[in-house]
């Protein structure tokens, strides 16, 4: 039971334009949600999370949204540069928990020139 | 700040054979340490957490016997997989969380990729 889903295995953007990453979760104990983004051969890196108390939370060009009635949350990067070209996953915790993140399958992010 | 590094990157080992993944926090003391594992084209599955001193908490369905888990000191954790058969061949990677930091952010090795043949 996939908990937390990335329906789209990848994604192709032209440089400069807004990249937009989804995520869908089902599992409503969670309140905590991240991205990573990985490139080949690399662990994860952490880019940017989000709180269930929130519903958007910005870090320069990464934008998260949080919809928590339709449990869907999405990475928005503007300008898309090529140094962005990775593996993106979303996460999930349930802060109550014991720290235990639960991922979806990541999406291959393309940009291209 | 905040490197965990792991060891081997990449081993091929014979069916039968056992292999050992050590994951280490370069710079940091980790409470806590995660092991992962990642299919092709799935996601990362959390197999374990551990935590110095004590004894490694398995995921449903992870077979404790057979992926064993030492976490002998607070930048050390080790994971042995016993007697590897060619469906254990996957992407196996760390996670570490800093002592004391109240985020829990944990911070990911590079990852080893397990063939058995």
């Known amino acids: 039971d996939q908990q937390v889903k990335q329906n789209s295995p990848s994604l192709s953007v032209q440089e400069g334009r807004i990249s937009i990453l989804n995520c869908d979760y089902t599992?409503?104990?969670?309140?905590?949600f991240l991205w990573y983004k990985k490139y080949p051969a690399e662990g994860p890196t952490f880019l940017i999370s989000i709180s269930s108390i929130k519903d958007k939370n910005e870090d320069g060009r990464f934008t998260v949204f949080l919809n928590k009635s339709a449990k869907h949350l999405s990475l928005h990067i503007v300008p898309s540069q090529p140094g962005d070209s990775a593996v993106y996953f979303c996460a999930a915790s349930a802060i109550q928990g014991a720290q235990k993140l639960v991922f979806g399958q990541g999406t291959r992010l393309t940009i291209n020139p | 700040g905040a490197v965990v590094s792991q060891h081997p990157s990449r081993v091929i080992c014979k069916s039968g054979t056992s292999v050992k993944i050590e994951c280490r926090s370069l710079?940091?003391?980790?409470?806590?340490m995660f092991w992962y594992r990642q299919f092709p084209k799935q996601s990362l599955m959390l197999m374990a957490t551990s935590n110095e001193g004590s004894k490694a908490t398995y995921e449903q369905g992870v077979e404790k016997d057979k992926f064993l888990i030492n976490h002998a000191s607070l930048t050390l954790s080790t994971l042995t997989v016993t007697s590897a058969h060619p469906e254990d061949s996957s992407f196996y990677i760390c996670s570490a969380t800093i002592a004391g930091d109240s985020y829990n952010e944990q911070f990911f090795g590079p990852g080893t990729r397990l063939t058995v043949l």
């Open positions: 599992n409503s104990m969670f309140d905590y």
């Open positions: 710079d940091f003391q980790a409470t806590t």
